[in-house]
């Protein structure tokens, strides 16, 4: 139906003396003009586009739909983001372990390794669990079987008491490198790893963190294959099974063989990493595993 304006319009064809003023500016019909009978659209589409009501209105139709976007997506997506983290995780044990090959398959080179649930308080396997389906990080949130620690050098909060570890095996058989999981507190973010030691189970192979926050050129220095060097041959235990490991500026008493330098600049996130080695090597950590270990009970 013409609104009041196009009514009153008139044109050069009906009037010779016509000029553009004689027409007002055309302008949203008000709600009093819109018929009452108009669909609640109509009358929405006749409101001033300057109208709050009308912002209003069309800014939350948009956060919706784009809310709705983002969180389909999201669940999409989730798979996914899962398959990926498992792949990343994988590729970080292999890559501790001395074993990565671009080249190969990550699931079929990671067959190689025999994952084994370990109750950290006993250091021996566990088939309570599946290896295959153990959520470490959701175990030590579960109240069930993790403990909140009173006394937390590492900064982890919540210890569980059990933590899947990963045997790599020669081809006889015998032990050839486990590969333990490690977490702590830096400076800005918890730091999470692994640790690869030799058959003997005092001897570091390697150690490669595969999430943290910390600093690019500073913190993140962790990732610097240069300082990962570092690790390789050092040991955690002198001859009496005391722990002597030391991440630090300077070598401790019990000489080089035990000391990883400190990262240039991020004094803190040092400090972070060595209470976190030093807390899972020890008695609270995988102390009873690795007394085990030396003792061929593995
Ligand atoms: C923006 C910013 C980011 C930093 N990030 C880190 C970090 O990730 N790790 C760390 O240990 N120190 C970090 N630091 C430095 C610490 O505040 C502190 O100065 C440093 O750890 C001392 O190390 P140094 O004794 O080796 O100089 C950061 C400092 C600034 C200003």
């Not at 390789?232 to 000391?259: M, R, T, Y």
């Amino acid at each position: 139906m013409p609104d009041k304006d196009t009514e009153n319009r008139v044109t050069e064809a009906e009037d010779p003396e016509f000029t553009p003023e004689m027409n007002p500016p055309a302008r949203d019909a008000t709600p009093e003009e819109v018929p009452q009978k108009a669909g609640i659209i109509q009358r929405f589409l006749a409101m001033p586009t300057d109208s709050v009501a009308k912002t209003l209105v069309v800014a939350v139709a948009v956060c919706l739909v784009a809310s709705m976007v983002v969180s389909a997506a999201a669940v999409a997506l989730r798979p996914i983001q899962q398959v990926n983290a498992l792949k990343d995780k994988q590729i970080n044990i292999l890559q501790v372990a001395g074993i990565y090959d671009p080249e190969v398959n990550v699931i079929e080179a990671f067959q190689a390794f025999e994952p084994r649930v370990l109750e950290l308080e006993t250091g021996t396997f566990t088939d309570r669990f599946d290896p295959a389906a153990f959520d470490d990080r959701a175990a030590a949130d579960d109240p069930e079987i993790s403990v909140a620690l009173a006394d937390d050098p590492a900064g982890i909060g919540r210890q569980s008491e059990y933590v899947t570890v990963y045997l790599l095996r020669d081809a006889e058989g015998a032990i050839d490198k486990v590969i333990l999981p490690i977490s702590g507190y830096g400076l800005w973010s918890t730091l999470y790893g692994f640790i690869a030691l030799e058959e003997n189970g005092n001897d570091i192979f390697a150690l490669q963190f595969y999430e943290h926050a910390e600093t690019p050129g500073l913190g993140a220095e962790v990732d610097n294959p240069r300082w990962k060097a570092l690790w390789h041959g050092k040991k955690l235990a002198d001859d009496q099974g005391e722990l002597q490991i030391s991440v630090s500026k300077s070598a401790p008493p019990a000489g080089d063989e035990f000391h990883i330098d400190a990262l240039a600049g991020a004094t803190l996130t040092t400090v972070g990493i060595d209470n976190l080695v030093k807390f899972w090597m020890g008695e609270r950590g995988y102390g009873p595993f690795l007394d085990n270990l030396k003792a061929g009970d593995i």
